[in-house]
C-alpha cells in the first residue's frame, strides 16, 4: 500500500547520476573504486565526473562506441556499472517495469581494452534478464533470467545455466509480488568473495493462490490477468537460500530452523569466504533473528536475536551488513531502548549501542573505517527536517555535519572513502538544490546553482506548526492558506492524509504542500490545504510514536487524525461547514473511516485506491501492524473502513483503477455494496485496466485531475466567505 507517493516531476533531474548502491533497481551514483569520481549517463553517452576537478568529465563511452555494430543508433542506456579493476562497462538497456521497478532488460558489455561491445544472454528472450553483476575478479557476468540463474563467461561468452526449476510459481533469484511491495526484496542473488559460488533466494509460490485481475479492454473476449497474491491469513511463499558453484552442479540449500513457509528471510548476504549471514522474521514479525550460515554444509547457528511487542522493521535496517574490523563485526539497527539506534554487533552476538541518545536515526548514509566515522541522517530535534549526523565508529555522542543554515530537508550520497558526498537540500520554500561537499567539514566543492526552471516556479507559503489533541497527544503539520488571506472571512479547508506505517506526509520539503490532482491552484481559488502526521507515522518521533498504532490501524490513526482536525477547526477563520479530506492508497482507506467514523468533522471526501477491508490486502503488511488469524480477526474486521460505511453522512466519490495489482479493484466493489445496502449515496469513477497509480491511457491523469477538481468545488466550494 506504500506504492503511491505523490509524484514531483520537477525533482527529476536534481541528481541525475547513476548510483551505486541499489544500481539493479533504481538509478544512483557508481562511484569509482577511489570514492572520488562518478559516473553519468547522458543521451549519447557514459561519462566520468571527477570531483576533484569540478566542471571537468572524462567520456568513457562515446556515441560511437555505444552503437552496436549493424545498428545505427546507440543504445539507451539505463544503468552502468564498472567491474573492480575498471577495465568493463556494464550496461542496461531495453528495461521493463516488473510491477514496480523496471528490473528486466538487456545487458551489454564494454570491454576498454579490446574495444568490443557485445550483448549478453545470446539466446535468452528479449529484455528477460534481470540483476546482472560482474564477479569479484570481472571474469564473469551471473544474471536471472526466465526465474533461473545464469554466469557468462565473459572471455569467450559460453552460458552456464545454474537453475533449471524455475516458473512463474517457483523463484529462484528474485521474489514473489509481496516480497517486492512489502520487504523491498528484487535482487535474490549475490557473489561469493572469491568468485566461484552464487547464493541466491527461491521462493516457492505454487500454493499461493492467484489473484485475477480482469482484463476487459485489451481483447474482444475479456481475459484474466494472474498475480500470485497471498492476503491476509494465506500463508506466504516458501522461502529457502542456496549456494550453487559457478561451474554447476547441485544446489546446497542453507539448514534454516523454522517453518520455511512461517518465516521470512527478507535479508542475505556472504559474511566471508564460506559463510552466510541472514534475516529471519517469524510470520507475526515481532522476532528477528541473525543467522550465519556455512555455505559448503548448510549448518546455521543464530547470533542475535531482537524482538519487539509490535513489529521489528526490516525494511528499515541497512540493505546488506556493513562489516568493520576485517569482518569481524557488523552495524545493525534495533529500537530496542525505545528509539532506533545503531549498534556494532560481533559474530558471537555481543552488542555495543554506537548511537545513544533520545532520538532516531533516520538512515545510515555512510560508514568510513578509513576516517573510523558513521555518517546518518537523523533530526531529534525537528521530525519534519533530516540532517546528517556523525559517530565515531566506537559510538559516542552524534555531531551534526548539515550547517545550520540549511533548515529542511538533507540528502547525501556519501563516497566510499567517507571523505566527500553528493549533497541535496530542499525545503518547503525552496527548490532543491544539488551540489558536491566535502566531509566533515561540509564545504561545497561544486555545484550549489538553481536550476533556470526553478526560478519561474510559484512556492506556497507552507505554514508548519504542532497541534496538541484532547487526547494529549502531539501532531505535526502545514498548512497553506489561501493567497491573500484575510483572517476576518472564513475559508473552506482540505486535508490531505495518508495516516499508515508506509509514508510521512508532514515534511519540511519541496513539494509537500503541492496538490497535482488540483486543476489550478488550491491557495488562488480560496481553500486552505493542510496535512497532519498521527501516530503511526514512520517520523523519527522514537518507538512509541510509531507503534502505537499496532492493532489499530484504521481506529487510533483516524482518531488522531480527527482530533487533531478539530483543534485546527477551532482557528475563527475556518469554514466548519466545508471541510474535506482526501488520499491515495493508505490515504484512500483513511479517508474513507474519517468520513464515517467521523462524519460531524468531515463533510466532503475524495478517496482514491482504498483498501476498504483490510483482509483483502497482502499478508505481509496488513499481518505487520495487526496481527495473524484466527486469533486477531477482529482487528481486521472492526477496524476496517467497510464495518462503519453505514454512517456515512457527507460527500463521497471513490476512484479506482480496475486493474490495480496492488489494492485490487474487489475493495471498491465490496464498499459500493455495503454502501448500497445501506442506502447510502455516493459517487464512483473507475478507470478501466488503470493499475495502482492511475497513470495509464491517454488522457487518463488529466481526467482524474479534472475529476478531484469538479468534484471538489462543488461539494465544498473555495473562497472566504
Not at 529484455?127 to 545464469?150: E, I, Q
Request: overall charge positive; some cysteine; hydrophobic content about 35%.
Amino acid at each position: 500500500m506504500k506504492q503511491f507517493l505523490v509524484r514531483r516531476a520537477a525533482l527529476a533531474g536534481a541528481f541525475s547520476m547513476l548510483t551505486a548502491a541499489a544500481w539493479a533497481q533504481n538509478p544512483g551514483t557508481q562511484w569509482t573504486k577511489d570514492g572520488y569520481g562518478y559516473l553519468q549517463v547522458r543521451p549519447d553517452s557514459v561519462v566520468q565526473l571527477d570531483i576533484r576537478q569540478p566542471g571537468q568529465t572524462r567520456t568513457l563511452l562515446s556515441k560511437r562506441q555505444l552503437t552496436p555494430a549493424g545498428q545505427t543508433k546507440p543504445l539507451g542506456v539505463r544503468r552502468v556499472a564498472l567491474s573492480d579493476d575498471g577495465r568493463l562497462i556494464l550496461l542496461n538497456t531495453n528495461t521493463k517495469k516488473v510491477w514496480r521497478y523496471d528490473t528486466r532488460g538487456d545487458y551489454w558489455v564494454y570491454d576498454t581494452g579490446s574495444k568490443q561491445l557485445t550483448q549478453l544472454g545470446k539466446g535468452r528472450p528479449e529484455a528477460s534478464l534481470m540483476f546482472a553483476k560482474f564477479s569479484p575478479d570481472g571474469r564473469r557476468v551471473a544474471y536471472v533470467s526466465g526465474h533461473n540463474l545464469f554466469v557468462e563467461n565473459l572471455a569467450d561468452h559460453a552460458i552456464t545455466q545454474l537453475t533449471t526449476d524455475g516458473t512463474d510459481k517457483l523463484i529462484n533469484g528474485t521474489f514473489d509480488w509481496v516480497y517486492e511491495e512489502e520487504l523491498d526484496c528484487r535482487d535474490g542473488f549475490r557473489w561469493s568473495p572469491d568468485g566461484q559460488h552464487l547464493a541466491y533466494w527461491q521462493l516457492d509460490a505454487r500454493k499461493t493462490p492467484n489473484y485475477l485481475m480482469l482484463n476487459t479492454t485489451d481483447a474482444l473476449y475479456p481475459f484474466t490477468v494472474p498475480v500470485e497474491y497471498p492476503v491476509v491469513g494465506e500463508d506466504p511463499s516458501r522461502c529457502r537460500i542456496g549456494v550453487v558453484a559457478v561451474g554447476g552442479g547441485d544446489t546446497k540449500w542453507m539448514d534454516v530452523p523454522g517453518d520455511a513457509v512461517q518465516h521470512y528471510i527478507p535479508r542475505m548476504e556472504w559474511a566471508g569466504a564460506n559463510e552466510l549471514i541472514i534475516q529471519q522474521l517469524n510470520r507475526r514479525q515481532n522476532e528477528s533473528k541473525l543467522m550465519l550460515c556455512t555455505a559448503a554444509t548448510g549448518a546455521t547457528k543464530t547470533i542475535y536475536t531482537d524482538t519487539d511487542k509490535a513489529w521489528v522493521e526490516a525494511k528499515d535496517q541497512p540493505v546488506g551488513w556493513d562489516w568493520l574490523q576485517g569482518g569481524k563485526s557488523f552495524v545493525w539497527v534495533s529500537e530496542k531502548d525505545g528509539w532506533r539506534h545503531l549498534y556494532q554487533i560481533d559474530r558471537s552476538g555481543k552488542e555495543k549501542l554506537l548511537t545513544p541518545g533520545n532520538y532516531d536515526v533516520v538512515s545510515v548514509e555512510g560508514i568510513s573505517e578509513a576516517t573510523g566515522t558513521i555518517y546518518f541522517l537523523a533530526s531529534p530535534t525537528n521530525a519534519t527536517q533530516r540532517y546528517l549526523y556523525k559517530v565515531p565508529l566506537k559510538g559516542g555522542k552524534a555531531e551534526r555535519v548539515t550547517p545550520a543554515a540549511l533548515s529542511g530537508t538533507n540528502s547525501y550520497e556519501v563516497s566510499p572513502n567517507g571523505k566527500v558526498a553528493l549533497h541535496r537540500y530542499a525545503s518547503a520554500g525552496s527548490y532543491p538544490v544539488a551540489d558536491v561537499v566535502d566531509l566533515p567539514a561540509h564545504k561545497r566543492l561544486s555545484g550549489g546553482e538553481m536550476p533556470e526552471q526553478a526560478k519561474k516556479i510559484k512556492m506556497p507559503k507552507t505554514e508548519f506548526f504542532q497541534v496538541k489533541t484532547a487526547d494529549g497527544v502531539t501532531l505535526d503539520g502545514w498548512m497553506v492558506k489561501p493567497t491573500n488571506f484575510d483572517p476576518a472571512k472564513k475559508y473552506p479547508i482540505v486535508f490531505m492524509v495518508y495516516g499508515e506505517p508506509a509514508r510521512q506526509t508532514v515534511l519540511d520539503n519541496f513539494g509537500v504542500s503541492s496538490n497535482r490532482l488540483y486543476q489550478g491552484s488550491m491557495a488562488d481559488d480560496g481553500y486552505i490545504y493542510a496535512s497532519l502526521d498521527n501516530r503511526g507515522a514512520p517520523a523519527p518521533r522514537g518507538r512509541e510514536f510509531r507503534k502505537a498504532i499496532y492493532h489499530n490501524l484504521g481506529m487510533l490513526n483516524i482518531r488522531d487524525q480527527a482530533m487533531g482536525a478539530k483543534e485546527v477547526l477551532k482557528n475563527s477563520w475556518v469554514d466548519t461547514s466545508r471541510v474535506a479530506v482526501w488520499g491515495w492508497s493508505g490515504g484512500g482507506s483513511s479517508t474513507l473511516s474519517l468520513m464515517f467514523q467521523y462524519p460531524q468533522i468531515y463533510k466532503t471526501g475524495i478517496s482514491i485506491a482504498a483498501v476498504d477491508n483490510q483482509l483483502n490486502y497482502d499478508n505481509i503488511y496488513q499481518e505487520r501492524y495487526m496481527g495473524l488469524l484466527p486469533e486477531d480477526k477482529h482487528y481486521f474486521v472492526d477496524n476496517s473502513a467497510l464495518a462503519h460505511a453505514s454512517k456515512l453522512r457527507g460527500n463521497l466519490l471513490l476512484i479506482h483503477g480496475t486493474g490495480d495489482d496492488n489494492v485490487h479493484y474487489n475493495n471498491a466493489e465490496q464498499m459500493i455494496n455495503e454502501l448500497v445496502k445501506h442506502g447510502k449515496t455516493f459517487q464512483m469513477m473507475a478507470y478501466p485496466n488503470r493499475t495502482h497509480g492511475i497513470s495509464e491511457g491517454e488522457g487518463t491523469s488529466k481526467h482524474l485531475a479534472a475529476t478531484y477538481t469538479k468534484f471538489l468545488k462543488e461539494n465544498c466550494p473555495p473562497g472566504g466567505r
